[in-house]
């Protein structure tokens, strides 16, 4: 966010009150991130100047790491050249999921909490879009309404005709959506066009003992007529 030039030295002198009279943050939070550009090579995400993740591949949802509360300067590198940097407070307990997404031609590091917990006793399941090509914000065009999907979370070879979709899904933009839960045993993914039974792209069984953690990752290849999907562990 910018700030007016005129006004440096009241921002200073209202830290310094309120540095003399607040304690500094104590404590940590967990951070991981999901990388969804797409024409972007492997990134290292530094906290700090402290490297947190090396080698971070497009469409890979890290595990959680570790970083002191407090206001934390992130920088996205790849191939050592600085290519997002977001300030971010931190506070103790805290658990956020870092995005990094390409918007029109700038590529943005947006936080969002992750509120979901993976339950010892469940099936914990995850969805995450990483397309080929990121769509555009606001792109209302019919080529981004075909990317929008419908998603159905069944045992698997259940026929859809009587089911109801968990959730829609916009493929054409990378996302990730917090903890889905079920009981353990073998559930499928399946993917359909939206308001129809037909079936664009399914997961197959993937089947979790109880406290496993797994992400779905669907992606939209290059030119948006059809989809590939994924299992990953959820670290």
């Not at 005129?6 to 304690?23: N, R």
């Not at 080529?143 to 419908?150: E, H, I």
């Amino acid at each position: 966010m910018s700030r007016m030039l005129f006004v440096p030295l009241v921002i200073s002198i209202a830290v310094a009150c309120s540095d003399s009279s607040a304690p500094a943050p104590t404590g940590t939070g967990e951070v991981r991130l999901f990388h969804g550009v797409a024409d972007l090579g492997l990134v290292t995400i530094e906290a700090d100047a402290n490297v947190l993740l090396q080698s971070v591949a497009y469409g890979k949802l890290t595990g959680a790491v570790d970083v002191a509360a407090g206001t934390r300067v992130f920088r996205v590198r790849n191939a050592g050249a600085v290519v997002a940097t977001q300030t971010i407070p931190i506070s103790d307990g805290a658990g956020l999921t870092l995005v990094l997404s390409r918007q029109a031609t700038t590529i943005r590091l947006a936080a969002s909490a992750d509120t979901g917990l993976k339950q010892p006793d469940r099936a914990n399941l995850r969805l995450i879009s990483a397309p080929a090509v990121p769509g555009q914000p606001g792109d209302s065009s019919a080529t981004a309404q075909a990317g929008v999907l419908d998603v159905y979370i069944t045992a698997p070879g259940v026929n859809l005709a009587g089911a109801s979709p968990r959730l829609t899904m916009d493929t054409g933009t990378p996302s990730y959506s917090t903890f889905l839960y079920y009981a353990p045993g073998t559930w499928a993914v399946r993917f359909t066009r939206r308001g129809t039974k037909t079936v664009v792209a399914e997961s197959g069984s993937v089947t979790f003992n109880a406290g496993d953690a797994k992400a779905v990752v669907i992606r939209r290849v290059v030119n948006g007529s059809s989809w590939t999907t994924a299992v990953e562990p959820v670290e």
